[in-house]
């Protein structure tokens, strides 16, 4: 269509090139929080995330060996060795925290405890003292140096693989598996029933059922919060799973049903004469025919529900965390490390990747589904 | 016992009670009740099937008016009590009501919340209507909508995390790590800002998190809209000889207002709830309360349930001409 009158390809330039920016303003922040996940706190601290594919200077505490590896050469005491096992590039460097630029690669520093030190650039050092080297440790020397771009899978191995270091989140993601789940299952059925009667059953008062409905969607989830916290309190469940996958299932049933029988109610009607006439039962239509030819909209409603439920921070918060802090979810965890660890990107960047990956991997691959339910859910 | 092992027991005991209720109470009501043979038959089959819609219904009647419709009274009642020490309620009018009128605090979040209430939806709404034009006239069009749409599937909370790293403030003279202050001092700022903590301008950098979120769904909503657009009006405007931004503003725009209102509301009602956002940056210090927060604040921190109830009511007061605006549209579609 754009060929019609003439379009000029400027146009379709200064669009893609729209688009482009768009995305690429979208995508930033997202990706600027991935590649933190893949860096170490030094670098993370030293340089921003869109300096990591370059070398980055860093200011390095390393320590010489110590006097029990000093050679007599002559009559000068010798330490020699590497500050690190790889090169290094070092721009400058001292032996004082306090003046940790002091010399410059090759230059000669005084020790306190008498003798000599030289660092070169590519890391090498030597000691030289006419009397022999004591004590127990060896010299600290400061570089700063050019090291080179580097991702890492360590924070990922700290977070996932060892109990210390996961600071909960673990525990975490699994306790998030353990809300979801049955907070996705169970409404389905339960809506997918309802749906099917508000959509293909004649009874007085179904039209005033499906506008109460439709009021329920909007209903904010605060004004349930004190209520039914007080009923589960006063019936005994308190606070625990029971409580937060009843919650759960109440909150989503308004768009499930919803969803669910705007779409039953498209579904061909003769299929379902043609049952009813051949004899089956309600229940025999439904469990035959609807259910399995409702499927896309099922998809979409699970995908929703598992998105909203895996995401939710105030529900896990009001029904489900207690001051035990064994059942913790990892919205909530990673709250708390934002209090705790608020300087630690490196932490902070993984824990959250570690809870978004889920939900990403369930919109890259049932994105369909996802567009499909919100054309149906927006009330037109 | 193991949660996991309670969740799995929990999904069977859940699935199976539901199909079991479902598959029985029918069995019941057509064999036991009104069974469909002897001299009534035809009779107990029409009564049968009265009863049946509200077999179908009863679980989800149960759950929506204990989980939804219960709540709400509920708490207009409790807005109007308060705790007694040692248990109990005691009948205190409207005394919570004029309690928060008296706080600051609330004030301060009911003008962030009209705040937010005009710039994200209006902001969410521009973007995705742009995104949606411009992504249906290229190629690659499918690949950038649903890059736009990612940030839809990240929780509040993790999109809290990526925003406070854009955010981030570093001493000044050394390397800034935050892109937004580096950019600040690329363009020749001096001090880097935290920028969280600028009274009234935090506000809008907490909005970028929610616009960045929800443009993505007004993009597929808008963007459906417009391809179901008769193509003969444009065609006709092109032949017109109407510009591509007249086209647009003239004549697309004003064939999906409808759909434009609909985002708009749903977007609406997402920001009067918004609650993650505010918990995780900034808990509504530096002036950037909330009201979703100043509840949670009045019932958690200070535990007062009463002050709590009448920050709610005032919430559900804000959705209420959605919800009935929304339930004439659905009236009015349904005949």
Redesign the interface.
């Known amino acids: 269509m754009d060929n019609i009158a003439g379009t000029k390809s400027t146009l379709s330039w200064v669009v893609n090139i729209s688009v482009v920016v768009l995305v690429v303003l979208w995508l930033f922040p997202t990706v600027g929080l991935l590649i933190s996940s893949f860096r170490t706190a030094d670098q993370i601290a030293a340089s921003g995330w869109w300096k990591a594919p370059f070398a980055t200077e860093q200011n390095l505490k390393l320590r010489a060996a110590g006097p029990e590896v000093q050679v007599q050469q002559g009559d000068l005491y010798v330490i020699e060795g590497r500050l690190a096992e790889e090169d290094l590039d070092i721009s400058v460097w001292g032996i004082s925290s306090r003046a940790i630029d002091a010399y410059q690669p090759g230059e000669v520093a005084e020790l306190k405890k008498g003798g000599t030190i030289t660092v070169n650039a590519d890391g090498s050092y030597r000691a030289e003292n006419t009397e022999e080297f004591t004590g127990k440790r060896g010299q600290r020397i400061f570089v700063t140096a050019l090291t080179p771009a580097e991702l890492t899978l360590e924070n990922y191995q700290n977070m996932l693989l060892s109990e210390e270091t996961s600071d909960g989140m673990v525990k975490a993601f699994f306790n998030t598996l353990t809300v979801t789940i049955p907070a996705t299952v169970i409404p389905i059925l339960i809506a997918a029933f309802a749906a099917y009667a508000l959509a293909w059953m004649d009874f007085p008062g179904r039209a005033i059922l499906i506008a109460v409905i439709v009021g329920l969607l909007v209903v904010p989830l605060q004004l349930a919060l004190i209520p039914l916290l007080k009923l589960h309190l006063g019936i005994g469940i308190g606070k625990g799973y029971l409580g937060v996958w009843l919650a759960h299932t109440g909150f989503g049933l308004p768009l499930a049903i919803y969803l669910l029988r705007n779409y039953m109610a498209g579904l061909p009607r003769d299929i379902i004469e043609n049952a009813r006439v051949d004899g089956a039962s309600d229940f025999q239509i439904f469990t035959r025919i609807i259910l399995p030819l409702s499927f896309p909209a099922l998809a979409s409603f699970a995908i929703f529900q598992f998105l909203w439920t895996w995401n939710d921070l105030l529900v896990a918060k009001v029904f489900l965390i207690d001051s035990s802090g064994q059942t913790t979810v990892m919205t909530n965890q990673i709250v708390e490390l934002l209090g705790t660890r608020g300087g630690n990107w490196e932490i902070l960047a993984t824990a959250a990747f570690v809870s978004i990956s889920v939900p990403l991997l369930v919109f890259f691959t049932m994105q369909k589904y996802l567009v499909r339910g919100l054309l149906a859910g927006s009330v037109k | 016992m193991h949660?996991?092992l309670?969740?799995l027991i929990?999904?069977t005991i859940?699935?199976s009670s539901?199909?079991g209720y479902?598959?029985l109470s029918?069995l019941f009501l057509?064999k036991v009740l009104f069974p469909a043979r002897g001299p009534n038959a035809g009779r107990n089959i029409n009564r049968a099937?009265?009863i049946?819609?509200?077999l179908?219904?009863f679980?989800?009647?149960f759950?929506?008016g204990?989980?939804?419709?219960?709540?709400?009274v509920?708490?207009l009642r409790?807005s109007l009590t308060e705790r007694v020490p040692g248990g109990g309620y005691r009948w205190v009018g409207l005394d919570n009501y004029g309690q928060m009128l008296s706080e600051p605090k609330f004030w301060e979040a009911i003008r962030n919340n009209m705040l937010w209430l005009i710039v994200v939806p209006a902001m969410s709404t521009a973007?995705g209507l742009?995104?949606a034009q411009?992504?249906d006239?290229?190629k690659w069009?499918n690949i950038?909508k649903?890059?736009?749409?990612?940030?839809?599937?990240?929780?509040?909370?993790?999109a809290?995390?990526?925003?406070?790293?854009?955010y981030?403030a570093r001493p000044a003279g050394t390397?800034?790590?935050?892109?937004l202050n580096?950019l600040y001092i690329w363009f020749g700022g001096t001090e880097p800002n935290t920028w969280l903590t600028i009274p009234f301008w935090n506000n809008f950098f907490l909005m970028v998190v929610l616009i960045?979120i929800q443009?993505?769904?007004a993009m597929?909503?808008l963007s459906?809209a417009l391809r179901g657009i008769p193509?003969e009006t444009?065609?006709a405007a092109?032949?017109d000889?109407a510009s591509?931004l007249q086209i647009f503003f003239k004549i697309k725009v004003p064939q999906i207002k409808?759909?434009i209102l609909?985002?708009w509301t749903?977007i609406t009602?997402t920001v009067?709830?918004v609650?993650?956002i505010v918990?995780?940056m900034t808990n509504g210090q530096w002036e950037t309360q909330v009201l979703?927060n100043y509840?949670?604040d009045k019932?958690?921190r200070a535990n007062d349930?009463g002050g709590?109830?009448a920050?709610?009511?005032v919430?559900?007061l804000l959705?209420m001409p959605?919800?009935v605006w929304?339930?004439r549209?659905?009236?009015r579609?349904?005949r």
Do not use: H
């Open positions: 949660p996991a309670l969740g929990t999904i859940g699935v539901c199909v479902f598959y029918n057509d099937n009265l049946r819609p509200w179908f219904l679980p989800a009647l759950a929506l204990l989980y939804l419709a219960y709540p709400v509920e708490t409790l973007f742009l995104a411009l992504t006239r290229i069009g950038a649903s890059l736009i749409f990612m940030p839809m599937a990240i929780s509040f909370v993790g809290s995390v990526i925003w406070k790293l854009v981030d390397d800034q790590i935050g892109v580096a960045w443009t993505g769904f597929v909503i459906a193509e444009i065609e092109i032949v000889g591509p409808t759909t609909v985002v749903t009602i009067l709830k609650f993650d918990f995780a979703a509840m949670y019932l958690f349930w709590g109830s920050a709610a009511m919430i559900m959705v959605i919800l929304n339930v549209n659905a009236r579609e349904m």
